[in-house]
């Protein structure tokens, strides 16, 4: 079943948004798909299922995708905004969650049961509130158990388990029962090419884990610049160089604990660099 669209009801009455289910007081949902939708209201507000109030049945084998979910007050979670079920299987990718209270999770704003073998990658997960709970795969384990759960997240900080800021200004997280991999970002015509390590495949995207080698390599030299290859860039998120190794021609690099961006370096054609400053 699959569900491209948008759900909206921001009023304070509105509880339990979500494409799929708003409510879940018992059975199983499966097999779900919902794309490029904006789906917000106030609390409990989700991709799948805004929230529940049985502890019976499940979500497994759901995928969320190229969505904007909010909620205005609390809960807002990529398959779900709060949950007492177990849920398994289930993939978030190229998201946006937002609460203006506390409680955003890729998978689940709130966990009070098993989050099994799931899936998020290239989210934004995000509050207003200074006081919160945010996590990439839940804001809160409130009950239940996390285990081989896999994800990548553009904020370095963020971990897979959020739990209560210790100050308004400072974060703390774990990462319990889940696995962080990194995504690499090639410009400048610059080639990344596995060497060693192993791949994690979450939606349409490929990540690695840190330790992975990689020799680079390009294609096609830019428009105004000519061959020698004078070497290549790679930075982590925080925009530091990592460490780029060459060995008889052959350029390598090691993945950090950390997203990266490689480009390739080249000499400018003289001549034409001179014509453009000159006209």
């Not at 398994?88 to 969650?97: E, H, K, N, R």
């Not at 995504?183 to 390590?197: D, P």
Request: charged letters at 10%; proline letters at 2%.
């Amino acid at each position: 079943f699959t569900i491209v669209g948008t759900t909206n009801d921001n009023s304070v009455a509105s509880c339990f948004i979500a494409a799929i289910v708003g409510s879940k007081a018992g059975g199983s949902i499966t097999g779900c798909t919902v794309s490029n939708s904006s789906i917000s209201g106030y609390i409990d507000i989700g991709g799948i299922c805004g929230g529940q109030s049985s502890v019976f049945g499940y979500i497994s084998n759901c995928t969320v995708t190229d969505c904007v979910i909010t909620a205005e007050n609390t809960c807002a979670g990529g398959i779900t905004g709060e949950h007492s079920y177990p849920i398994s299987d289930c993939v978030v990718t190229g998201t946006t969650i937002t609460t203006n209270g506390n409680y955003a999770g890729g998978i689940a704003g709130i966990s009070s049961n098993s989050v099994t073998n799931c899936r998020v990658a290239d989210c934004t997960i995000e509050n207003t509130c200074a006081e919160l709970f945010y996590g990439v795969i839940t804001g809160k384990r409130s009950n239940g158990s996390i285990s081989n759960c896999v994800y990548q997240s553009r904020n370095p900080t963020i971990k897979g388990v959020g739990t209560y800021s210790d100050s308004s200004t400072h974060y703390v997280g774990s990462d319990e029962g889940c696995t962080r991999v990194y995504a690499v970002e090639c410009m400048n015509n610059a080639t990344a090419t596995l060497q060693s390590g192993t791949t994690e495949t979450i939606g349409s995207g490929t990540y690695y884990h840190d330790g992975a080698t990689f020799e680079l390599s390009y294609s096609v030299i830019p428009d105004s610049y000519v061959t020698p290859l004078i070497g290549y860039s790679v930075k982590n998120g925080s925009n530091n160089d990592v460490n780029v190794t060459e060995d008889n021609g052959v350029y390598s690099f090691t993945m950090p604990a950390s997203n990266v961006t490689v480009s390739a370096k080249f000499t400018p054609d003289i001549a034409t660099h001179w014509q453009a400053s000159d006209s």
